[in-house]
């Protein structure tokens, strides 16, 4: 399994952004994906995770992101509205099977004015 971030960028607080990945391979074995994201001199961190059509989000971002994937376009997305300076991170997106998990290489995604 590959997994390739797009989109990331520079946004005001209070603006949105969209993340991208793009993943390929053996995907008929993954079982789950999410966006997680890490600041500096802090842990990695699960954002959103999304398994068959269901969607679970870490507290702070619910009602703010949106987590969504299109098989048939072999894309995951995170529409990330009302940003915050704490949401700067790197974004990075994970694929989950039975045993592996995979990582893409990571977007930065930084909220300032």
């Known amino acids: 399994v590959q997994l390739v971030e797009s989109g990331g960028g520079l946004v005001q607080p209070g603006g949105s952004l969209q993340v991208s990945c793009a993943f390929s391979?053996?995907?008929?074995?993954?079982?789950?994906m999410a966006w997680y994201r890490q600041s500096p001199g802090k842990q990695r961190e699960m954002v959103a995770r999304?398994?068959?059509?269901?969607?679970s989000y870490v507290d702070d971002v619910k009602d703010r992101f949106t987590i969504s994937k299109d098989n048939d376009k072999r894309t995951m997305s995170l529409q990330m509205n009302n940003l915050k300076p704490e949401d700067t991170a790197i974004y990075y997106c994970n694929a989950r099977t039975v045993p592996h998990e995979y990582w893409g290489q990571g977007t930065q995604v930084t909220v300032s004015l």
């Open positions: 999304i398994i068959g059509d269901r969607a």
């Open positions: 391979g053996n995907i008929a074995i993954i079982y789950s």
